[in-house]
């Protein structure tokens, strides 16, 4: 099984500034990897699939790089609305999903 | 509009079966992999397994397997997670989400199954 390793657990930041998340795989995924957003008592909502690919309405502040076992989340300047838990999830070892633990963006 | 409507949220009992549902529309439902992912109150995602409703072909993760049983009807574009005897454990929210290239891309709101004596 594939482990998905995200860091930090919670990411304190002011509106306005950077956000930069990280998951790690504990094995080459390619670019299969995708970012999804949750909001306190909502669904999870995909923000990024293919490592780097913005989903259909996502804002361009949202940014996925990386490839193999390395990737992270960058958020330009948060919004008060960007505030949520965001998890990676790979799809390289299809039909064997796994997600990450998730990072918790927090306002400072 | 695509969508995936689950049922309603369920309390049981220990030693209960339960089957929760989850209906698409808006789109080729025989067509899209459908995945579960369990949620555990104040906890994170974890994939639970994936269906592709055209011809019921169904993966289960090896720590979901066994445990639950996932089925699709796709005469009414539905797909099911059943257990046959809960747990306390089983206490969480279960979303079903249609699967592209791998990705969850469309999610139903969730289905809240709270097991309690």
């Known amino acids: 099984e594939i482990v998905m390793t995200q860091s930090p657990a919670t990411l304190s930041v002011s509106p306005g500034e950077r956000a930069t998340l990280s998951c790690r795989a504990s094995q080459s995924v390619s670019s299969n990897l995708a970012w999804y957003q949750q909001k306190p008592g909502q669904a999870p909502r995909l923000l990024i699939y293919g490592a780097s690919t913005r989903a259909t309405g996502i804002p361009a502040r949202f940014s996925g790089s990386g490839s193999g076992t390395e990737f992270t989340l960058t958020i330009s300047s948060l919004q008060s609305e960007d505030f949520a838990v965001y998890y990676c999830q790979q799809y390289n070892n299809w039909p064997q999903l796994t997600f990450g633990g998730g990072t918790k963006v927090e306002i400072k | 509009e695509v969508q995936l409507v689950q049922s309603g949220a369920e309390v049981k009992k220990p030693g209960e079966s339960l089957k929760i549902s989850c209906k698409g529309s808006?789109?080729?439902?025989?067509?899209?992999?459908i995945g579960w992912v369990r949620q555990m109150p104040g906890k994170g995602l974890e994939w639970m397994g994936i269906i592709y409703p055209g011809d019921s072909d169904t993966r289960y993760s090896p720590s979901f397997q066994g445990q639950v049983t996932i089925s699709a009807d796709k005469s009414i574009s539905t797909a099911y997670l059943q257990w046959s005897s809960l747990k306390a454990s089983d206490t969480a929210m279960y979303y079903c989400a249609g699967v592209t290239g791998g990705a969850f891309d469309i999610w139903g709101q969730g289905t809240m199954v709270t097991v309690s004596s």
């Open positions: 808006g789109y080729s439902f025989t067509s899209y992999w």
